[in-house]
């Protein structure tokens, strides 16, 4: 079963392999006029010359990421004065497109010249998938986070691996997760001093440079695992259906959390965890069902300014995109009806869009803190 699986996923030459980018991407990511890039392209050979495919003019997602980092240099971030900012996708339950949030939103800010690192900690392995990594093939246990948390390793630079798409790497995810349910406490019984909740954050500063940014697809559940995501992050981003039960969901998850981190640091005399940004995201939005527009009003009430001015629709696509193990990132043109895809990218584009501008605001910040000597 799970090798008819991978063979599905991996078809047709059992390699998954990233979309190549068009000259038009690349001008649409970077708002630059055709002319203009025609004009570094003459000018500039060291710049990646790509190839031509029918009518256009494609370049591996390598040479995309090389020409969109020259075109936009104010949008590099100096590893000298700033780490990668560190996000975490969470959410009470499953089912409300998470794990298809972290995966999209690696590969849009991937596209938008970022160097990427997703974490996989849901057992069951889904977005490791999305890469084209099976947990209960690929991955061995001391290719997750388990060593860390068992406390055999410091780092995480041993877990890390290549994805198919350059510029995403991957810590995945395996069954050997579930072991850190019972591992964490275990230690903080033991342990004199051990900060249970802290440890993902400490095993991220090894590789916090590494990287643009860090995307963590946390449990569908407020478990040690999310709790040590929900820490180690700058920004939280929760995906959210319009339905009565996904908000009821939402509200139980955020009354929790914050019970929780303000016994975690009150009962140590620390001042509260802070984030830079915590954003709503509306997903698998239906504007034909009633119930998601009075759902949505009570979701701008409750959470006011968090909510972000973009909504992912529900659509075809993101079935189709789900059942070859791929977002919509990696379907093919002509594949699908193109008005189709056109309406969810948008959405998705929006939504990258808007993140990528609360990461930089991340870096701008430790560069700040950094200039006034505070340590990164």
């Known amino acids: 079963m799970v090798q008819s699986a991978r063979e599905h996923m ?36 060291t710049l990646p010359r790509g190839q031509i495919a029918g009518n256009k003019r494609e370049f591996t997602m390598a040479e995309a990421r090389e020409w969109i980092r020259f075109l936009r240099p104010d949008k590099v971030r100096d590893p000298s004065v700033s780490a990668g900012c560190t996000i975490t996708v969470a959410n009470y339950k499953g089912g409300v497109t998470k794990t298809t949030t972290v995966a999209t939103l690696a590969q849009g800010l991937c596209r938008r010249g970022m160097r990427t690192l997703v974490i996989d900690l849901d057992p069951q392995g889904s977005c490791s998938a999305l890469f084209g990594i099976l947990a209960d093939v690929d991955v061995e246990e001391d290719q997750t986070v388990t060593p860390l948390y068992m406390g055999t390793q410091d780092g995480l630079e041993s877990c890390i691996q290549k994805t198919y798409w350059d510029g995403i790497d991957i810590i995945a995810a395996s069954p050997a997760l579930y072991s850190s349910e019972f591992i964490l406490p275990s230690r903080q019984r033991s342990e004199p001093g051990f900060e249970f909740w802290r440890v993902l954050d400490a095993g991220l500063d090894s590789v916090r440079d590494q990287y643009d940014v860090i995307i963590i697809d946390s449990p569908p559940s407020l478990s040690y695992t999310t709790i040590n995501a929900l820490m180690a992050a700058d920004g939280l981003l929760m995906p959210m259906p319009p339905s009565n039960l996904d908000f009821a969901s939402s509200a139980q ?37 009633g119930v998601s527009t009075a759902v949505r009003s009570w979701i701008y009430n409750a959470y006011g300014s968090m909510v972000m001015p973009v909504e992912i629709p529900k659509t075809s696509i993101a079935e189709t995109a789900s059942a070859g193990f791929g977002t919509v990132y990696d379907l093919v043109p002509g594949s699908v009806l193109a008005k189709t895809l056109k309406r969810a990218k948008d959405a998705y584009e929006d939504m990258i869009d808007y993140v990528e501008k609360q990461v930089r605001g991340v870096w701008a910040g430790q560069a700040l803190m950094n200039s006034k000597g505070d340590a990164k």
């Not at 009962?267 to 509260?272: H, N, S």
Request: some cysteine.
């Open 10 to 45: 991996l078809a047709p030459n059992k390699v998954k392999k990233a979309p190549h980018m068009t000259t038009t991407e690349i001008c649409e990511i970077t708002q630059l006029q055709r002319s203009n890039f025609n004009y570094h392209y003459t000018t500039n050979e």
């Open 253 to 289: 998850f955020w009354n929790l959390c914050t019970d929780l981190i303000k016994t975690l640091y009150a009962d140590r005399g620390l001042p509260d965890k802070k984030f830079s940004f915590i954003n709503i995201l509306l997903s698998k939005v239906d504007s034909s069902v």
